[in-house]
């Protein structure tokens, strides 16, 4: 996936944790002091783990990716791991210097796979996702039988067809 897709899946994201900060903000302005050291201490584990909660439980998917339409795999092409997940965000600190993720776009752009140097490190891709598979409603009919009978081989075939069929152009 390229620079712009990411940065808008990445605005995304930011959008959205930044309703929850403003919100749970509201919510301990009451508590003084240690409602504001609260705020401080959940702001800080939702900036570093919102990706890798998100990229593990959410098959490589934070909110933003998945508007998007794109998710993040290893580069052999299984999800991420823990460890994988933790690098590449974790490294996300390099890519943002000097001044918005400067590092991050030159690595996007001198790398053939579009890759920020978190993804070096890790060793991950972010790819456009497949869209997800429709399930194929059969018409509820009668069945009737062949007039030849047909090998299984065969009758594999007719129903591979049937599944593909609605993909299939006229």
């Known amino acids: 996936a390229g620079l712009v897709v990411r940065c808008l899946a990445w ?3 930011l959008l ?5 900060y403003v919100a749970f903000a509201m919510s301990l302005l009451l ?4 409602g504001f050291g609260i705020f401080l201490l959940v702001m800080f584990l939702l900036e570093w783990f919102y990706p890798v909660f998100f990229e593990i439980y959410r098959r490589g998917q934070t909110p933003g990716k998945r508007a998007m339409g794109i998710k993040v795999l290893q580069d ?3 999800p991420v791991g ?7 965000n974790l490294l996300r600190v390099v890519d943002f210097l000097p001044l918005f993720y400067g590092f991050g776009i030159v690595s996007m752009l001198l790398t053939k796979d579009f890759r920020r140097l978190g993804d070096l490190a890790a060793g991950t891709l972010v790819v456009y996702a497949e869209p997800p598979r429709q399930t194929i409603i059969l018409p509820d009919v009668q069945p009737h039988p062949p007039p030849v009978g047909l090998r299984l081989r065969e009758q594999r075939a007719v129903l591979d067809f049937a599944e593909r069929g609605p993909g299939l152009s006229d």
């Open 16 to 20: 959205i944790r930044a309703v929850f």
């Open 76 to 78: 052999n092409g299984i």
């Open 31 to 34: 508590l003084g002091d240690f």
């Open 11 to 13: 605005s995304t994201d």
């Open 82 to 88: 823990w460890t994988t997940s933790l690098i590449r």
